[in-house]
């Protein structure tokens, strides 16, 4: 089992920038791919980005491609989302996802984090 805890949510304007930060633990992090998802109100939780166990391969939804970034730190157990140029459509809660193995291509998460808002004002 692993447990996520996001953090690094908040408010900010159109065209700025947040970084979101999710810790692990419970499983050895270097052993399986990590994701972000959001959930805008009334909309179905969405795919958001993803990054293989080694951090060799990513996954971005075309929605956020070339405006966000995902990173991890194997040695602090951390998975990063650096978002910029946001809008106001990226408003929603951010999840942080655990994949059950390396590669997000193989099944789907199987550990969410209770989510962090971002709220992006026009």
């Known amino acids: 089992q692993v447990q996520l805890v996001e953090s690094g949510g908040g408010l900010v304007q159109a065209g700025g920038s947040l970084r979101l930060s999710c810790a692990a633990s419970?499983?050895?992090?270097?052993?399986?791919?990590m994701g972000w998802f959001r959930q805008a109100p009334g909309k179905e939780r969405e795919f958001v980005t993803a990054?293989?166990?080694?951090?060799?391969?990513?996954y971005y939804a075309d929605s956020v491609k070339g405006r966000c970034t995902i990173s991890r730190d194997n040695a602090k157990n951390t998975v990063y989302l650096q978002m910029n140029s946001l809008k106001p459509e990226d408003t929603a809660v951010y999840y942080c996802?655990?994949?059950?193995?390396?590669?997000?291509?193989?099944?789907?998460?199987?550990?969410w984090g209770q989510g962090t808002q971002v709220t992006v004002s026009s």
């Open positions: 419970g499983r050895t992090f270097s052993s399986y791919a």
């Open positions: 996802a655990a994949y059950s193995g390396k590669y997000y291509y193989t099944g789907g998460p199987s550990n």
């Open positions: 990054i293989s166990w080694s951090g060799g391969n990513r």
